[in-house]
């Protein structure tokens, strides 16, 4: 039988959480804006906060604080290696965050692109997976088309988005999982058929990685990115790229800067202490499988397996309770999957609108009581556009594994209190 998260167990998470212990207008604060950050454990801050107090140092140094940052940084590299399932730390690329690493490999990626040539991008995607490469094809005279979406379920037209793959496509961007939707998207088929065409695939996995495992090897793709703030960590980006094209591509950087990978890719100075953070993120989930296999020896990659397995069947019990209780909201529409049948498509982020308030009405309703939630378009214009809901939006329920079913039944009645 899989592990599963007690309710005890998921108190011992809870409790490794400082920011849950918050409250606002006298009621505790519930946590549900995870899908634009979610909330760091402590020993996130005590990583950072020991990286500064001992061996706050630049990178190359030939002394003893410099060395120690050095060996911080790599051991970052190697945390995140395993996070997504890579062979190899010196394919992780870290910087600001996954929207900055994406428009500067945008820019080294277009290089090899030539006039007649076309990319693929979704209207499912945050816009980070969609301007970036809109800008460089534009500036590289490439044609940009869009894969469509299935308004009914917010879910991404496969069919229509195989259609625009031809010979001349060179590059298919497309999100692991929506961040508006929460739709998950079937990047494994994706990518095969993509290189029966010699195209690159290039995931957004920053939404899909508080819910599910990574596994690059297993979707196929050539790049994919995260950011370590979607997963109880600090405001750092990801990529993993293969060894072969980070060594071939041309970076961006400034001239005297290392040309092997992967401080190739990494501009400028990197935030040191936020890279000890990521690593510390990672060792969070990885010791959440340990103590559910009940075994302290596990390497990190296998113990993220089993933590993974068990935040999904956990997450989904909370979708479930959630989807059920909106369901019996007069006039409410959810923006997405609600079949409960299919909770296996989708990670537990939900987008409502009501036609009695508008979106940021309803987030602020929420915000006084105590129930933090985000309103708009969370950057994935090309959907709320499809669906023509700007520029209100809509109002995102985010669930991660720190939430629990009261917390949702605590949600549902202030919803019912709000719109009826």
């Given at each position: 039988?899989?592990?599963?998260?007690?309710?005890?167990?998921?108190?011992?998470?809870?409790?490794?959480?400082?920011?849950?212990?918050?409250?606002?207008?006298?009621?505790?604060?519930?946590?549900?804006?995870?899908?634009?950050?979610?909330?760091?454990?402590?020993?996130?801050?005590?990583?950072?906060?020991?990286?500064?107090?001992?061996?706050n140092a630049n990178h190359g140094g030939q002394?003893?604080?410099?060395?120690?940052?050095?060996?911080?940084?790599?051991?970052?590299?190697?945390?995140?290696?395993?996070?997504?399932?890579?062979?190899?730390?010196?394919?992780?690329?870290?910087?600001?965050?996954?929207?900055?690493?994406?428009?500067?490999?945008?820019?080294?990626?277009?290089?090899?692109?030539?006039?007649?040539?076309?990319?693929?991008?979704?209207?499912?995607?945050?816009?980070?997976?969609?301007?970036?490469?809109?800008?460089?094809?534009?500036?590289?005279?490439?044609?940009?088309?869009?894969?469509?979406?299935?308004?009914?379920?917010?879910?991404?037209?496969?069919?229509?988005?195989?259609?625009?793959?031809?010979?001349?496509?060179?590059?298919?961007?497309?999100?692991?999982?929506?961040?508006?939707?929460?739709?998950?998207?079937?990047?494994?088929?994706?990518?095969?058929?993509?290189?029966?065409?010699n195209a690159q695939v290039f995931i957004d996995?920053v939404h899909y990685a508080p819910h599910r495992?990574?596994?690059?090897?297993?979707?196929?793709?050539?790049?994919?990115?995260?950011?370590?703030?979607?997963?109880?960590?600090?405001?750092?980006?990801?990529?993993?790229?293969?060894?072969?094209?980070?060594?071939?591509?041309?970076?961006?950087?400034?001239?005297?800067?290392?040309?092997?990978?992967?401080?190739?890719?990494?501009?400028?100075?990197?935030?040191?202490?936020?890279?000890?953070?990521?690593?510390?993120?990672?060792?969070?989930?990885?010791?959440?499988?340990?103590?559910?296999?009940?075994?302290?020896?596990?390497?990190?990659?296998?113990?993220?397996?089993?933590?993974?397995?068990?935040?999904?069947?956990?997450?989904?019990?909370?979708?479930?309770?959630?989807?059920?209780?909106?369901?019996?909201?007069?006039?409410?529409?959810?923006?997405?999957?609600?079949?409960?049948?299919?909770?296996?498509?989708?990670?537990?982020?939900?987008?409502?609108?009501?036609?009695?308030?508008?979106?940021?009405?309803?987030?602020?309703?929420?915000?006084?009581?105590?129930?933090?939630?985000?309103?708009?378009?969370?950057?994935?214009?090309?959907?709320?556009?499809?669906?023509?809901?700007?520029?209100?939006?809509?109002?995102?329920?985010?669930?991660?594994?720190?939430?629990?079913?009261?917390?949702?039944?605590?949600?549902?009645?202030?919803?019912?209190?709000?719109?009826?």
């Amino acid at each position: 039988m899989a592990p599963h998260l007690t309710p005890d167990l998921i108190q011992e998470c809870r409790n490794q959480f400082p920011a849950l212990s918050r409250e606002h207008n006298g009621q505790p604060a519930v946590f549900l804006d995870g899908p634009a950050g979610t909330q760091v454990t402590q020993s996130v801050i005590d990583a950072i906060s020991h990286y500064y107090c001992t061996c706050n140092a630049n990178h190359g140094g030939q002394f003893a604080t410099s060395r120690e940052s050095d060996a911080f940084t790599e051991q970052a590299h190697r945390a995140l290696a395993d996070f997504v399932g890579a062979d190899d730390w010196k394919e992780i690329v870290f910087g600001a965050n996954m929207t900055s690493l994406t428009f500067a490999f945008s820019r080294a990626i277009a290089q090899t692109w030539s006039e007649g040539d076309n990319i693929v991008v979704t209207r499912l995607d945050h816009d980070a997976n969609v301007s970036t490469w809109a800008l460089a094809a534009r500036d590289h005279g490439v044609e940009v088309r869009y894969a469509e979406i299935h308004k009914g379920d917010c879910t991404l037209d496969v069919t229509d988005l195989k259609s625009k793959i031809d010979q001349r496509t060179r590059l298919v961007a497309v999100g692991l999982a929506s961040n508006s939707s929460g739709s998950i998207n079937p990047v494994q088929e994706i990518t095969s058929y993509a290189k029966q065409f010699n195209a690159q695939v290039f995931i957004d996995a920053v939404h899909y990685a508080p819910h599910r495992l990574i596994d690059v090897h297993e979707i196929g793709c050539d790049f994919l990115a995260c950011s370590t703030y979607k997963f109880y960590g600090p405001h750092i980006g990801v990529l993993w790229a293969k060894s072969e094209i980070l060594e071939d591509l041309e970076a961006y950087k400034v001239r005297p800067s290392a040309t092997v990978i992967p401080e190739k890719w990494m501009t400028g100075t990197q935030n040191f202490a936020s890279l000890c953070g990521s690593r510390a993120a990672v060792d969070y989930l990885a010791d959440l499988g340990r103590t559910l296999a009940n075994d302290g020896s596990l390497q990190r990659r296998q113990a993220l397996q089993i933590a993974y397995e068990a935040i999904t069947i956990y997450e989904d019990q909370l979708c479930l309770r959630l989807l059920d209780g909106l369901a019996a909201i007069e006039d409410l529409k959810v923006h997405g999957i609600t079949d409960i049948n299919q909770l296996e498509d989708r990670v537990p982020t939900i987008s409502i609108t009501h036609p009695k308030l508008s979106a940021s009405q309803i987030a602020f309703e929420l915000g006084e009581r105590g129930i933090f939630v985000w309103d708009g378009n969370y950057y994935a214009l090309e959907l709320t556009e499809q669906l023509n809901l700007e520029p209100e939006g809509m109002v995102r329920l985010g669930l991660v594994h720190y939430n629990t079913l009261e917390e949702v039944d605590r949600l549902l009645d202030a919803l019912q209190e709000i719109l009826t």
